[in-house]
């Protein structure tokens, strides 16, 4: 069973506009959660984190926020560029496994942004 | 500062042939990791290690296996090639496990 979910596999906006990307969680049990960007033919990068306890995490122009009572997380690109093209990934690191660093991935969103 | 390196980038192997994934780090990380990316799927853990001499298994290590003797290598071994493991594998490893990972750029393989 898929515990962490990106249900839309695309989104396309216009250059300039809000790119909002969303990912839903099955259970409590994730104390971390992380979001990835992945070009073609690249491994995926590390873009932005928030912990469990917070509910919003501010880096330049991306800003995630985590609603716990709705299970759910989601990344706010703004304003979104032609680069920020790619497959986004979000994953949720499950409680206890701060000495592993195991995370669990949702299946990924590929964002087209259009100049 | 090459960060992780994968080799080879593509492979394509028939069925039971057996092959070794390589990958290596440069940053001193005691964690290191191996994912594997299916079409439409999210990243599967296969198996990973928190220090050398330590490995232990992930989601989906059956068909593999792993070694960690060094702090800087940690290969994957398929063992008896099947079409299910056609996927793209990716080696990951991170400083102390809490914070976000460095990914190495994969190795796409395809069994036939």
């Known amino acids: 069973d898929q515990q962490v979910k990106q249900n839309s596999p695309s989104l396309s906006v216009q250059e300039g506009r809000i790119s909002i990307l969303n990912c839903d969680y099955t259970?409590?049990?994730?104390?971390?959660f992380l979001w990835y960007k992945k070009y073609p033919a690249e491994g995926p990068t590390f873009l932005i984190s928030?912990?469990?306890?917070?509910d919003k995490n501010e880096d330049g122009r991306f800003t995630v926020f985590l609603n716990k009572s709705a299970k759910h997380l989601s990344l706010h690109i703004v304003p979104s560029q032609p680069g920020d093209s790619a497959v986004y990934f979000c994953a949720a690191r499950p409680h206890g496994s701060s000495n592993t660093g195991k995370l669990i991935f949702g299946q990924g969103t590929t964002l087209q942004v259009k100049p | 500062n090459a960060g992780v390196t994968q080799t080879p980038k593509f492979r394509i192997l028939k069925i039971g042939q057996s092959m070794t994934l390589q990958c290596a780090q440069d940053m001193n990380h005691n964690y290191m990791y191996w994912y594997r990316q299916d079409p439409g799927m999210g990243l599967k853990l296969i198996y990973y290690?928190?220090?050398?001499?330590?490995?232990d298994k992930g989601e989906v290590p059956n068909g593999y296996n792993v070694s960690r003797s060094t702090t800087e290598d940690f290969p994957l071994r398929l063992e008896l090639a099947a079409p299910s493991q056609t996927s793209v594998y990716f080696c990951?490893?991170?400083?102390?496990?809490?914070?976000?990972?460095?990914f190495g750029s994969g190795t796409r393989l395809t069994v036939v």
């Open positions: 990951a490893s991170s400083y102390d496990g809490h914070y976000g990972y460095t």
């Open positions: 928030i912990s469990s306890i917070k």
């Open positions: 290690s928190v220090g050398a001499g330590i490995t």
């Open positions: 259970n409590s049990m994730f104390d971390y």
